[in-house]
DNA sequence: AGCTCATGGCGAG
DNA sequence: TCGCCCTGAGCTG
């Protein structure tokens, strides 16, 4: 379900609901009974995001590790009685709000060294301050794989899913089958450079839009996009629809698993 | 009611 | 490369 952008904004949220506050920490589904016990009634002290990795710290660095997954969620809730409680992995609340985890990939409690094994295989998180995107090039620069593939591995740009992999290859004009190695080093700096636009403007709006302003719906007199996921975007999940800059029909083919969608005529191969 | 798909990532072969 | 894990929304009947 998540990009980093989602799992960023939580962290945030976290910090603001919870942060040097004592907090109730349950496992109603009883999956994670046991940490939840040790945790229960302990001052939650800070919360992290690492790409699509959430750290929640507890006293005496005691750090609850959360993945969402594809679809994992964590929603805010009123405190109280929880929504079916059978699938309810974790709970944190205090008197005002709780929050609700529900189908994580994850969720672990950790010592910091087992934190430190797991961040030290993402890459550089373009909304994490002092990122080097010179470590992703160092892959992406030796590689034969593709571009696309390259963007979905965590350890070359951590927090980059399938929506911002697609709509940023669009916005760069490349193309997904490009390897890696043909990738300039100007190249790459613009698609991180977009990266680190787009993303914290994702954080912000709680969508993501990629759509630059002459090409939205005001600007093309078109109806603005109705998406479950909400966001203008250039071609994601607009398969068979027309390109909105060359208007010829957005592609989509499965690519590793994933769908991949791409203009075959802005973003031209090389 | 049942089916399919989803903003991920892992391990088996 | 495939199957699998976990949940729930959006279809189809």
Redesign the pocket.
Known sequence: ???G??IHRLAGEIQQAFAQRPVRVESP?GRFADAASRLDGLRLVDAAAW??HLFVEFEAEQHVHI???????LRWNPPGTPP?P??L?LRISTTEQALDL????TCALLSPAEVEQVTS?LGPDPLRANADPQLGWQRVSRSERTIASLL?D?RIAAG????YRAEVLFRQKLHPDTPGRQVSHTKWMALWSDLAHLMPQGVKDHR?DTVRPEHTPQAMGREPRVD???GEVYVY?RAHQPCLVCGSEVRVRQF????LYWCGKCQRRR
């Open positions: 379900m998540p990009e952008h989602v589904q790409g699509k993945h969402l997954g594809l679809i994992g969620k079916s059978e699938t992995r529900r189908g994580p990939q295989r979905l965590q980059v899913g399938n929506i993501i479950p996921h909400g999940r590793e698993g994933r769908k």
